[in-house]
């Protein structure tokens, strides 16, 4: 079984008189432990077809299911509970909240699932270490490079054990060295824990990290590119 389905999903927006496509008719499987990206030139429907996997956003026609599960028939809570059991968010520019420092970032997901201080703190600081910022518990936002912001935002994805991390240009807002540096943590993610990968970039050296690019050409999947190796 497929940790995620979309079967003939599409989404159009109206405005005023005016039908935006943003995606149509797109058909995809994904099976648990996999890494794709998703390519495409601006406007192309990426960010609207991972809202769509990432349960932020419905489709307006189409049958979306996530381990099994059918998501246009859920109501607001049950989506919520599977964006925050099921599902990482990672953005291009980190959604870090900059009052708090680096743990209570990673916490934050833990206190919504009712967890108590003690454990959300212990899994919290592994979560942390273990992408090398054990070191930087007690920092704030500002206080950290970009790397190290998204860093923490990839501990805060994981700290709940998701099946699956949804990235919408992880590295976007990042040097190349940087860059680097965070596709070799998702690489990890996804080899050690087998974390399902779903990200969407620009840069073809940072798609070809996964195993599959699917190339989206006005709202539409135009092409599946296999990544040997
Ligand atoms: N809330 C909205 N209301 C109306 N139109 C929208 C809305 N969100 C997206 N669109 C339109 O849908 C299309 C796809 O947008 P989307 O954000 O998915 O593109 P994208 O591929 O992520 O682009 P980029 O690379 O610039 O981030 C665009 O034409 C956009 O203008
Ligand atoms: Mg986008």
Redesign the pocket.
């Known amino acids: 079984m497929p940790i995620v389905r979309l079967d003939n999903i599409s989404r159009s ?1 109206k ?1 005023g008189q005016v039908l ?1 496509e ?1 995606l149509k008719n797109i058909n995809l499987s994904i099976e648990e432990g996999e890494y794709v990206s998703i390519m ?1 030139p ?7 077809l991972l809202n769509i996997i990432g349960c932020l956003d419905k489709p307006t026609s189409g049958i979306y299911e996530i381990a099994g599960r059918r998501v246009e028939k859920m109501g607001d809570n049950e989506l919520a509970d599977i964006r925050n059991q099921l599902l990482g968010f990672v953005f291009q520019s980190f959604h870090l909240l900059p009052d708090l420092n680096a743990l209570e970032n990673v916490e934050l997901p833990l206190i919504y699932r009712g967890l108590g201080g003690r454990e959300r703190r212990r899994r919290s600081i592994e979560a942390l270490e273990s992408v090398g910022l054990g070191q930087r518990l007690y920092h704030r936002p500002s206080q950290l490079s970009g790397g190290e912001q998204q860093r923490v935002a990839i501990a805060r994805a994981i700290v709940g054990n998701p099946k699956v991390i949804l990235a919408d240009e992880p590295t976007g807002a990042l040097d190349s060295k940087t860059s680097e540096t965070i596709m070799e943590i998702f690489c990890k993610l996804n080899k050690e824990r087998g974390i399902t990968i779903v990200q969407v970039t ?1 840069e073809k050296s940072i798609a070809l990290y996964g195993q599959r690019i699917y190339h ?1 050409l006005d709202g539409k999947i135009e092409r599946v590119e296999n990544i040997a190796g």
């Open positions: 927006y405005n935006i943003a495409g601006s406007g192309s429907g990426k960010s609207t620009h989206l």
